[in-house]
């Protein structure tokens, strides 16, 4: 009963890939044929041919291993070493090689008895003249008597985004072959996958040739395109217990149309997260940006400093800043003459390193850190006329004064805006400061009523995370005009520069110009806290509350445009998103997009309008079901497919009024799901897996 079940699936799929296979040999048919002149061609190469046939069987005894690939037009090899992949991964990778309208696969490697392999070329695979990429093209075969036939589904996207994370590889251990994690997961260091599938730019994977047994798996983003899952640098994946595919539930699979890929309604869900359990703690790298800066990079965060020591500078005027919250990137400030400071500056760094055995022991690095004044163009074209300047008054026997330089002194502040009474007014300065005289500073507002300028008080706050960031406060009025003056001298950095006056002028921001959001916000449990953060349609922080409870909260001052509502559930309670632990089989706090009843993640806000949200926190972080991911992946699509067509009908009246009428010609598309050409259009079919 189960081998008919398994038939019935692989003759589904067949019939599917046939009828796909098909399509794209009338289209491409018809395409060579167009005269020359006419439309470009945008289809990918048609497979006419393979040597031995896709889903052979016994191919150990084949003799060379080679696999010989013939298309009906000249191809090329396109980023081989990021599309290109085996299942099970190869010790030894296959090269491609071209041949005539052809390419030949050269197996390198022993292979193992009994075992389904699948060649996956991913886009790598295109059309010489056009470049045109036949996608997910697959070969398989077996080494034994069988393929194994089974499928599986999912869905990767990022734990604190929660937006879809694409080209992720799912990596799947027969649950037998590993042992069962109690205490803490090492799956991913010590053992190799049976199989391998990856997902599409849309964080959806389709994973095939699986056995009816029971699986571990784990998704991992492979940065480095070396197919080993690094620690810190490579996103992780995990899902808490074993799947297998006889006994999962139904699912669909089609061809994406647009996006030129297969895709699927999802069985697995993997929340990807940055994974720092493992990081290795070593000085990884260290510059010297500015002649007053360096910036030291460290492999983990914390990192336990001794000493920092350096030959021509007293410690005392070393100024150390952590540069993010994890400490894992400082900033080192010499507060120093310019003309004290060598070019190269020597020293030693003291601090806890972990050694081959990965333990942290206590280690002395050397630093050597070189700055050189490089001359701007700019810079170039003043020094060459001064130059000039005095060679001629030289040659007229004519005294030549240097004109003065200008003040080196960098800082950033709006000489002219409005200022959001929220976020106050911001200065940004190029080295910190080490001497400011705030209490010289005046701020003088004129009103309608009150023509004649009083002084207001003004406050000056400095970024825990970046002392050269500045926010000058005060209670800032609607209608008021204000003169900020900083007087010369006010201000002096590391490097002993000291600023020039600096004068600003300001309004204050029409709250009418903007958007406020109300939520009414409900959640069942006391002691669970939440982070509620307003951002753009990219995922941007624009806003953030802390600390959240049942109650009313307000975005105030929020920009016209459209915004989405993004969700962390606080566990513990420290007002931040933290990540996961693999090894400690930890997920990373969840993440949500609030939607409304109509699904709806990305609302549009005008001006001096208030949008009211019911956020009820039990349905936003009710449990994740396939269901959900399903509706949620498809009220995505409709948002993502509205906002295209909103997009092009804009693009056809711009060029209707313009006289351009644009390229009305159909574009044909290709499909290259299980090693087969493609058909444009959304073709459905379930795949029903074997029964439990």
Not at 73 to 93: H, L, N, R
Not at 535 to 540: D, F, I, L, R
């Amino acid at each position: 009963m189960k081998r008919s079940i398994a038939d019935h699936i692989t003759a589904s799929l067949t019939a599917l890939l046939v009828l796909l296979f098909a399509g794209s040999l009338f289209t491409k048919c018809a395409s060579t044929m167009t005269p020359t002149g006419g439309p470009k061609d945008t289809l990918p190469p048609v497979i006419v041919a393979m040597e031995p046939d896709n889903f052979s069987t016994g191919f150990r005894t084949l003799n060379p291993p080679k696999i010989y690939i013939e298309f009906d037009e000249y191809v090329q090899i396109k980023d081989q070493q990021k599309e290109f992949y085996t299942s099970p991964a190869m010790k030894k990778k296959p090269t491609l090689t071209r041949r005539g309208r052809g390419i030949v696969v050269t197996i390198k490697d022993t292979l193992l008895e009994n075992t389904t392999y699948a060649l996956n070329f991913g886009s790598a695979i295109q059309d010489n003249n056009e470049s045109n990429p036949l996608h997910s093209m697959r070969y398989v075969f077996s080494t034994g008597d069988e393929i194994d036939s089974m499928y599986m589904s999912g869905y990767t996207a990022d734990s604190y985004k929660a937006d879809s994370v694409g080209k992720t590889f799912i990596w799947f251990f027969p649950a037998d072959s590993v042992p069962r994690p109690v205490e803490y997961d090492s799956t991913m260091f010590n053992h190799k996958p049976a199989v391998i599938a990856r997902a599409e730019n849309n964080g959806i994977f389709i994973a095939q040739n699986l056995k009816p047994i029971p699986y571990r798996v784990y998704a991992f983003e492979d940065t480095n395109n070396n197919m080993e899952y690094e620690p810190s640098v490579d996103r992780i994946g995990f899902i808490d217990s074993v799947y297998n595919p006889a006994h999962m539930p139904e699912f669909s699979i089609w061809f994406d149309s647009l996006r030129q890929y297969p895709s699927a309604d999802p069985q697995l869900y993997f929340r990807m997260f940055t994974d720092r359990r493992f990081t290795r703690q070593t000085l990884s790298q260290s510059e010297r940006p500015k002649q007053h800066m360096a910036m030291l990079y460290f492999g983990s965060p914390d990192p336990e400093i001794v000493s920092i020591d350096f030959d021509s500078i007293p410690s005392e005027r070393v100024i150390v800043e952590p540069q993010t919250r994890g400490r894992d990137t400082l900033a080192l400030w010499f507060d120093m003459p310019a003309d004290q400071l060598p070019d190269t500056i020597k020293g030693s760094i003291t601090y806890f390193k972990h050694d081959s055995i990965n333990n942290l022991v206590e280690t002395k690095d050397p630093l050597k850190l070189f700055w050189k004044k490089i001359e701007t163009k700019e810079e170039e074209k003043e020094r060459e006329r001064l130059e000039k300047e005095r060679e001629k008054a030289l040659k007229n026997g004519e005294e030549w004064v240097e004109p003065e330089k200008p003040n080196p002194f960098a800082h950033k502040l709006a000489a002219k805006a409005e200022i959001n009474p929220e976020r106050h007014l911001d200065m940004t300065l190029d080295y910190p400061l080490v001497a400011f005289d705030t209490l010289s500073v005046e701020l003088t507002s004129k009103s309608a009523n009150a023509p004649q300028p009083r002084t207001r008080r003004v406050g000056f706050v400095r970024d825990t995370l970046d002392s050269r960031r500045w926010s000058i406060r005060s209670d800032w009025t609607l209608g008021d005009e204000y003169t900020l003056t900083i007087p010369a001298g006010a201000m002096r950095n590391v490097a002993g520069e000291s600023n020039d006056t600096i004068v600003g002028h300001y309004t204050v921001a029409d709250p009418d110009k903007f958007a406020t959001i109300k939520l009414h916000v409900r959640a069942s449990n006391p002691d669970m806290r939440y982070i509620i953060q307003l951002t753009n349609s990219a995922g941007k922080v624009q806003q953030e509350l802390r600390d959240v409870v049942t109650g009313e909260y307000l975005f105030r001052f929020v920009e016209v445009g459209d915004v989405m509502v993004r969700i962390v559930e606080d566990a513990n309670g420290n007002g931040e998103w933290d990540t996961g632990d693999m090894v400690a089989m930890r997920q990373p706090e969840r993440t949500e997009i609030y939607k409304n009843g109509n699904g709806e993640e990305l609302f549009t806000t005008k001006a001096n309008w208030e949008f009211e949200l019911d956020i009820d926190m039990d349905e936003v972080f009710r449990p994740v079901t396939m269901q959900s991911i399903m509706q949620m992946l498809e009220d995505r699509e409709t948002a993502r497919l509205k906002k295209l067509a909103e997009e092009q009908a804009k693009k056809r009246k711009e060029q209707e009024q313009s006289g351009n009428h644009g390229d009305d010609s159909q574009q044909s598309t290709g499909l290259g799901f299980g090693g087969m050409g493609g058909l444009g259009g959304n073709v459905r079919t379930g795949i029903q897996n074997m029964g439990r």
